[in-house]
């Protein structure tokens, strides 16, 4: 029997090495009707790889696989924080009375669902205006710096925590010694959603993920032995190996929409975008991929590719609300 070959490490292997489904988009993100697949192409030893190393990250750690627990994509109660190592850093709340404070989030067993907490944090409120500034314990600038920042350090002032003490502490050695407010008002969660604001770090591993969805996709329409050529090398052993070519990004960033008809934010859909096509210059080969509709990442597949390729400009969205795959059609 002939042994196949594996599209990401390109050893050659027998069938017995190429039991597991590769999925286009990786089934954290949904599952859905006539699911575009890769069957024989990928070993299982890749695919582990891919599950072990990148997907697990792009699911957990990114604002599109937060958002998965809002939208019911996955189940609150399945929720992980990677805590201390996470990507999304210095979460805040963006809207109402605790504006600006850091928070965590946690699944509820009692709400069932994903809801922020506080973490242990002060704030001082500006002395020429109501809002206040918060800091994470170990952040905590000296009284001076404070007070040249225009911040009552004094009067008012916000904690929050379970060890109140420790606080006190980390006041005492900058020298602080305020008044803490007795009452805050906590947002009531269960009346509605609360906006939060992220700072969220795009690496390597989510660059090579969305890469992965990016080059399946081509696979899957153009077939193993399009992509097994020698000029998807570099991308290829960016996503399985984290190697690149120097000063070549391959994965860029954007917040527009993929789609033309979503000018803003409120009118994007909830789905999965990906789509191949040539770039403007008419002789590279790339992909766009937007999971949930938020961030679009445009993916450079192979540079100067020699000869066109018929049908090569593909498109599909899926639809996270009837788990339905759909073409879409060129303007």
Request: contains cysteine.
């Amino acid at each position: 029997m002939k042994p196949m070959r594996c599209i990401y490490c390109l050893n050659e292997k027998s069938s017995e090495a190429f039991t597991k489904v590769e999925h286009v988009l990786p089934q954290a993100f949904g599952l859905f009707q006539n699911n575009f697949t890769l069957n024989g192409i990928v070993c299982d030893e890749c695919n582990q790889f891919f599950g072990d190393n990148l997907e697990i990250d792009l699911g957990r750690d990114t604002v599109e696989g937060i958002s998965r627990y809002e939208h019911g994509v996955r189940s609150p109660k399945d929720f992980k924080s990677l805590g201390k190592r996470s990507r999304l850093q210095h979460k805040k709340i963006a809207e109402g009375v605790l504006k600006g404070a850091f928070i965590y989030l946690s699944y509820s067993q009692e709400l069932n669902q994903v809801t922020p907490k506080p973490l242990p944090q002060v704030g001082f409120q500006n002395k020429n205006s109501s809002d206040y500034l918060y800091f994470l314990l170990d952040n905590i600038p000296d009284k001076t710096e404070l007070e040249n920042q225009g911040l009552d350090c004094v009067t008012d002032v916000r904690a929050f925590g379970d060890d109140f003490k420790a606080i006190e502490q980390a006041l005492a050695e900058k020298g602080i010694f305020p008044e803490f407010q007795k009452e805050i008002p906590v947002p009531e969660i269960k009346s509605g959603k609360l906006l939060v604001e992220y700072e969220a770090s795009i690496d390597s591993i989510i660059r090579r993920s969305i890469a992965k969805i990016a080059f399946n996709y081509l696979a899957y329409w153009q077939g193993a032995e399009f992509v097994l050529q020698e000029i998807f090398n570099p991308i290829r052993f960016y996503i399985r190996n984290g190697e690149r070519e120097e000063n070549n990004l391959f994965v860029i960033i954007r917040t527009e929409s993929i789609l033309k008809d979503e000018a803003s934010q409120e009118l994007r859909r909830l789905a999965h975008v990906v789509t191949v096509n040539w770039a403007q210059n008419g002789i590279s080969i790339v992909s766009q991929v937007s999971l949930m509709n938020f961030l679009s990442y445009t993916v450079q597949l192979a540079k100067n590719y020699p000869r066109q390729i018929p049908n090569l400009r593909k498109g599909h969205f899926f639809n996270l609300g009837d788990h339905k795959i759909y073409e879409l059609m060129a303007l």
